[in-house]
């Protein structure tokens, strides 16, 4: 990995449990969701502006274009043993980008979930596609690393 990786802790509730008794897979969905929103809006990145988003300007927002997730394991809930993830940039387009994310069930497991996501820089007021100027572009540039390995 040649850029660097954010990492979170996501707990599954008890409601994401479908009939077999493992996290659903649209549950499953909603975490890598949540862990998106962390990475984008909250987290913590040593240089006092939260969010690796925090240089997009007002009126700007990210759309989801796409989205490729392969399951490799069964994720059951266990309380108090939140789900790990990791997320990094693995492509930088003009005005989009992808996010590739594993999802462990503990640390020492491999990938139970693997993902790319990507997407696109939206600006509302044009109604169109908004190419990333250089503050976002090298805020992202930060976590850019290889694709997750997909099948």
Known sequence: MSGEV???EIQARFRDIN???HVDNVEAIRVLDEARILFFRFADLGDG???????????VAELAGSQRIDYHAEMRFVPFAPFQLRLWISHLGRSSFTVSTEL?????HPPAVVAQTTLVCWDHAAAASWPMDEAV???????LGPPVPLR
């Open 49 to 59: 502006a939260p969010g690796l988003l925090a240089a997009l300007p007002s009126g």
């Open 6 to 8: 954010f990492e979170c």
């Open 19 to 21: 009939l077999g008794g």
């Open 137 to 143: 572009r090298t805020r992202l540039s930060r976590f």
């Open 104 to 108: 462990r069930v503990a640390a020492d």
